[in-house]
Structures are given as C-alpha cells and as structure tokens.
T-cell receptor, first 114, second 113 residues
Framework: SQQGEEDPQALSIQEGENATMNCSYK?????LQWYRQNSGRGLVHLIL?????REKHSGRLRVTLDTSKKSSSLLITASRAADTASYFC??????????????FGQGTILTVHP | DTEVTQTPKHLVMGMTNKKSLKCEQH?????MYWYKQKAKKPPELMFV???????INESVPSRFSPECPNSSLLNLHLHALQPEDSALYLC????????????FGQGTRLTVV
C-alpha cells in the first residue's frame, strides 16, 4: 500500500507563479524526500527533510514537514517551463533487522506554461 | 561518477522468454533497489539489497528473481512473465547508511507480449 497521498493530482500554472504540492502519510517516518520525474524516466532527488526538522530550503524549493499532522508540502517559487514534471513525495521508514523502505506517494503532475 | 546505469533501455519479451535486466553503479553505494512503475502511477518497491544481501522482498512473484553478484551490480531475472508485468523497471542505489537519498537509473521499459 502507498504511504503517501499527494494533492493536487495535477497542477497547471503560468511561468513565474509559485507551485505548491502537498503530501500526507500514515505512519511514523524517519525522513521524507521529494523526487522529480520527467516523462516517465528516472527519478531525481530534490530534497530530504528529517522527522525532527520543520522546514528546509534548497534554491527555489521550500519543504515543510508537520509530523503531528503527518503531512508535508513542497513549494517551488518562480516556476519555469523546465519545472514541468511529475513530483513525488517519498517516506523513509528505517527497518529493524532489515533495511528501511522508501515508499512513494501518488505524485503531482505539474505543468508550467511559458 | 554519480550515475546508475540500467540496460537495456527497452525490452520486448514473450511470455515464455527468459531475460535479465542489469543495473550498475560505481558510487560505492551499499544499498540497491528494484522498483516497478506502471503508467501514471508511483514507483512500487520490489526488492532491497543491503551489502549484497537481500533485505526486503515485497512479496514479489517468483517469476522475478533478483541477484546481486557484487556491490556494484544488480540484476533482475525475468521468466514466464505476464502482459500485466509490462512496466518501467527502475533501479536505484543509496549509501549504506539508512535513509539517505536514492539515485535512480533511467529505467528499462519492459513490454511483455
């Protein structure tokens, strides 16, 4: 079963606008990561936020994490047409005797119009 | 070298064929993964190898058989697949420490006919 649920499922904006995507999850996690996927190929890691962190920035990206609500958001500021892609949150839960699991949410398809 | 290389990029196989997918990384990562992704869906975890040992098998059918011959190489052996197994198969790796970012290959697009 999928750990993360994202909304919206699809987001269409104009270049220069901000894009916000939300992710909710069900169980306690060690960290939450955001990935980007272009045209159904490989995923690229964007940012990782640990369970004891509340906010993190990387360039035009801002991620927040609310462990009490089991939710996270990804904000992309000043979007560009090149940001058009699918964005996935992924939760990491460490294993006991086994390695941990990185489980992906349903994803948000972002379209940025020039 | 920060790449995970997957071969082949595309594969068409019949239901009676045996084929293998290959994944290679030279970043010294000690965890390697196989994910399956259907169109418009998120990647689904299949297997995790940690230090060349199978750590997680997400109840994957036995027609999928993973192998980790060494710390740089991960294979997925395919046998007697079904058309519903057609998907993008993604390999990823991460450092041995749990919870770090994963580096993904470009995937193998598999079609079972």
């Amino acid at each position: 079963s999928q750990q993360g649920e994202e909304d919206p499922q699809a987001l269409s904006i104009q270049e220069g606008e901000n894009a916000t995507m939300n992710c909710s999850y069900k169980t306690s996690i060690n960290n939450l990561q955001w990935y980007r996927q272009n045209s159904g190929r490989g995923l690229v890691h964007l940012i990782l936020i640990r369970s004891n962190e509340r906010e993190k920035h990387s360039g035009r990206l801002r991620v927040t994490l609310d462990t009490s609500k089991k939710s996270s958001s990804l904000l992309i500021t000043a979007s560009r047409a090149a940001d058009t892609a699918s964005y996935f949150c992924a939760t990491f839960v460490a294993g006991g005797t086994s390695y941990g699991k990185l489980t992906f949410g349903q994803g948000t398809i972002l379209t940025v119009h020039p | 070298d920060t790449e995970v290389t997957q071969t082949p990029k595309h594969l068409v196989m019949g239901m009676t064929n045996k084929k293998s997918l290959k994944c290679e990384q030279h970043m010294g990562h000690r965890a390697m993964y196989w994910y399956k992704q259907k169109a418009k869906k998120p990647p689904e975890l299949m297997f995790v190898y940690s230090y060349e040992k199978l750590s997680i098998n997400e109840s994957v059918p036995s027609r999928f058989s993973p192998e980790c011959p060494n710390s740089s190489l991960l294979n997925l052996h395919l046998h007697a697949l079904q058309p519903e197994d057609s998907a993008l198969y993604l390999c990823a790796s991460s450092p041995g420490i749990q919870g770090t970012e994963a580096f993904f290959g470009q995937g193998t697009r598999l079609t079972v006919v």
